[in-house]
């Protein structure tokens, strides 16, 4: 007869789960003991979800992928997660649009490792030139009203809008300087 392990987390708990080799924040959905081939005994398998993952990312695990989600733990993660970025800062691999890789389902920054940036709440205000600003208000309008989502690239595309109007604010800015020292020189 085979034996059976106890359980050491319980339904509803918070752990860290480990997902290629990332420990991510997650939730314990539920337990059952199952037979694991490899020992011939009952152990708990349990079925989490990741938090701020989808639903479709849920997946049973065996103990040996779960830790407590404790003072210990967390800074076992920060390290990890240390490691992952320096390891990321010394090669930076491309993931293609159609990459199985786990996505947010909310862009919250605290699942994905490689994202170091935190939101702040700044507010401030951008003058706009009229080209950029009419597209932008056009473009905006595509998306916001008639759900229609805008070909890309544009054209004009922002950054030619915006390199137009640095070329002419330098131009403007000669001319200015121009006048300044003609006036200046004149009146010598």
């Given at each position: 007869e085979a034996q059976i392990k106890m359980a050491s987390f319980e339904?509803?708990?918070?752990?860290?789960?480990?997902?290629?080799?990332?420990?991510?924040?997650?939730?314990?959905?539920?337990?059952?003991?199952?037979?694991?081939p490899a020992s011939k005994s009952r152990k708990p398998f349990y079925y989490i979800h990741y938090q701020g993952w989808k639903d479709r990312w849920d997946e049973w695990v065996d103990e040996d992928r779960i830790v407590k989600h404790d003072k210990g733990s967390i800074t076992q993660k920060q390290q990890k997660e240390e490691n992952n970025k320096l390891a990321l800062k010394k090669k930076i691999t491309k993931v293609s649009p159609k990459s199985k890789k786990r996505r947010p389902e909310n862009g919250s920054e605290d699942n994905m490792i490689y994202q170091t940036i935190k939101f702040v709440d700044v507010k401030f205000e951008v003058e706009f030139p009229p080209p950029l600003k009419k597209k932008l208000i056009e473009d905006n309008n595509f998306i916001t009203r008639h759900k229609y989502l805008v070909r890309l690239p544009r054209k004009p595309s922002v950054r030619g809008i915006i390199a137009s109007y640095l070329s002419d604010l330098i131009e403007d800015a000669k001319y200015n300087l121009f006048l300044h020292l003609s006036e200046m020189f004149c009146n010598l």
């Open positions: 339904t509803g708990e918070k752990v860290f789960a480990f997902h290629n080799n990332i420990l991510y924040e997650a939730k314990i959905v539920r337990m059952e003991f199952k037979l694991d």
